[in-house]
C-alpha cells in the first residue's frame, strides 16, 4: 500500500465548477498537508500547507484535514481554464533535521470553457 | 529575486555517459533535495542533504551521486549505472526541519537519452 493515494483523473469540468480533489494517506503520525500546484513542465508550486485537522481557505481554494479517516482535500471555487494543471497531495514528516516529503501521484485537472 | 533555478531545462545523455544537472538556490537554505518525476508515479526522492558536505540517500539512489560543497549548490551526476534515465528531474530546498519547513521546488531538468 502506498503511503499516500490519489485519483490520476484526467478530472475535466466547466469554467466556473466547484472541483473536489481527494487523497488519503496511511500513515497516522502525518500531521503537516501540502498541496502542490504543477503546470506542464514546471516544477510544483506551494498552493496550500495545513497542520492537523480542520479547514484553511485562500480565496478560491480551501484545504480540508480528516485525520480521524486519513483523508485530504482541496477544493476549488469558481474554476478557471488557467486552475488547469496536476495538484500533488503530499504529507509532511522528518528525518533527521530535513523534511521529507511523502507525494501523491498528482490528479490532472482540465478547466473547460 | 530569491528562487531555486536549475539548468539545464534540457539535457541529452548517451549511452554510457555521465551527466551532471545543477541546482542552486538563493533561498538561505539548509536543506536540499533531489527528486525524479515519471508519470503517473509522483515524485520520488534520489538524495537529499541538511548541511554542507553530508548527504543521504533517498528512496531511489541507484545509479545517481551527488555532492555539497556550497550551501547554496546541490549538483546531481546520473551515472551510466543508471539504465532507465528518462525523466524529469526537480531540485528542492527548505529551511531545516522545524515547525513544518515546507519545499520549494526549481522550475525542472528534462533528461531524454539519445
Known amino acids: 500500500q502506498k503511503e499516500v493515494e490519489q485519483d490520476p483523473g484526467p478530472l475535466s469540468v466547466p469554467e466556473g465548477a466547484i472541483v473536489s480533489l481527494n487523497c488519503t494517506y496511511s500513515?497516522?503520525?502525518?500531521?503537516?498537508f501540502m498541496w502542490y500546484r504543477q503546470y506542464s513542465r514546471k516544477g510544483p508550486e506551494l498552493l496550500m500547507y495545513t497542520y492537523s485537522s480542520g479547514n484553511k481557505e485562500d480565496g478560491r481554494f480551501t484545504a480540508q484535514v480528516d485525520k480521524s479517516s486519513k483523508y485530504i482535500s482541496l477544493f476549488i471555487r469558481d474554476s478557471q481554464p488557467s486552475d488547469s494543471a496536476t495538484y500533488l497531495c503530499a504529507t509532511l514528516g522528518y528525518t533527521g533535521t530535513a523534511s521529507k516529503l511523502t507525494f501523491g501521484t498528482g490528479t490532472r485537472l482540465q478547466v473547460t470553457l | 529575486d530569491g528562487g531555486i533555478t536549475q539548468s539545464p531545462k534540457y539535457l541529452f545523455r548517451k549511452e554510457g555517459q555521465n551527466v551532471t544537472l545543477s541546482c542552486e538556490q538563493n533561498l538561505n537554505h539548509d536543506a536540499m533535495y533531489w527528486y525524479r518525476q515519471d508519470p503517473g508515479q509522483g515524485l520520488r526522492l534520489i538524495y537529499y542533504?541538511?548541511?554542507?558536505?553530508?548527504?543521504q540517500k533517498g528512496d531511489i539512489a541507484e545509479g545517481y551521486s551527488v555532492s555539497r560543497e556550497k550551501k547554496e549548490s546541490f549538483p546531481l551526476t546520473v551515472t551510466s549505472a543508471q539504465k532507465n534515465p528518462t525523466a524529469f528531474y526537480l531540485c528542492a530546498s527548505s529551511g531545516l526541519a522545524g515547525l513544518g519547513e515546507t519545499q520549494y521546488f526549481g522550475p525542472g531538468t528534462r533528461l531524454l537519452v539519445l
Open positions: 500513515n497516522s503520525a502525518f500531521q503537516y
Open positions: 542533504s541538511q548541511i554542507v558536505n553530508d548527504f
